[in-house]
């Protein structure tokens, strides 16, 4: 197969181009911003729709739908009535680090808000997925996870109040949850993880922030602490078009 001279390392193959030459306009058009984009730098304010249309001579939708996908993509970001280039993504480690060690580690301030602190006896999913005891009291602890005060994703954790009796009253909500648990002298040992693409609800989507029809990554994690003992049960919503996700293998 002939690929062209400046093909990027890792891009897709001929820039997306299908073998049969034929490419949609909007794909066309989506590719000229995205070379565009790279002229204004982040934060830099791209044309109008209007002014996109007759640069490139297309009709408008064809340029809202090139646009969108960029959007979508996180490489633009709708501020206000304008449209301007986004900064990178948030390259979080798959890892039992924690979400404020992975922001902080690429210059960013990480923050969490605080949406509900409760407990509940331990339903029989849960305990079947943890290994917990069916109706044993848990706290759930569901945060919106903030990056240089931007909303970027949405956590759950569930836990054991035996495990951390005083949560409710000696834990703050914008600190690290592994961080407390290491001050209790609890420590992780390993964790099971499931990545998946899911649409938020739109109870998730007002919490974050973002339209309904956001692509979102969905971390499922079960955690056990050095002893083997079930610690933790977590579900992250991130943000797709803020966040990819990074792992080292090792044959």
């Not at 590719?31 to 009709?59: C, M, N």
């Not at 009291?137 to 109040?161: F, I």
């Amino acid at each position: 197969m002939d690929y062209p001279n400046d093909q990027a390392p890792g891009a897709p193959v001929r820039s997306g181009i299908p073998e049969h030459g034929r490419i949609p306009k909007y794909y066309a058009v989506k590719a000229r911003i995205a070379a565009l984009l790279e002229e204004l730098g982040e934060g830099g304010v791209i044309p109008t729709e209007r002014d996109l249309a007759e640069r490139y001579d297309v009709a408008r939708e064809t340029v809202r739908q090139a646009v969108r996908d960029l959007v979508l993509e996180g490489r633009l970001r709708r501020r206000g009535r304008g449209t301007v280039v986004a900064g990178p993504k948030l390259a979080q480690p798959l890892s039992l680090a924690s979400y404020t060690e992975g922001v902080r580690r690429q210059g960013r301030t990480p923050g969490r808000t605080l949406v509900t602190l409760d407990r509940f006896p331990c339903p029989d999913p849960l305990a079947a997925e943890t290994g917990l005891s069916r109706g044993e009291p848990v706290w759930h602890l569901e945060r919106v996870l903030l990056a240089d005060d931007e909303r970027v994703g949405l956590e759950s954790t569930y836990v054991a109040v035996a495990r951390v009796p005083r949560l409710d009253a000696d834990f703050d909500p914008d600190s690290s949850f592994y961080g407390y648990l290491a001050a209790q002298g609890i420590s992780f040992g390993d964790a099971d993880e499931r990545i998946e693409t899911v649409l938020a609800t739109p109870r998730e989507a007002l919490l974050i922030g973002t339209p309904p029809a956001l692509p979102m990554l969905l971390i499922h994690r079960i955690s056990r602490d050095t002893g083997g003992r079930p610690l933790e049960r977590v579900r992250s919503l991130y943000r797709g078009d803020r966040f990819s996700f990074t792992t080292h293998l090792q044959g």
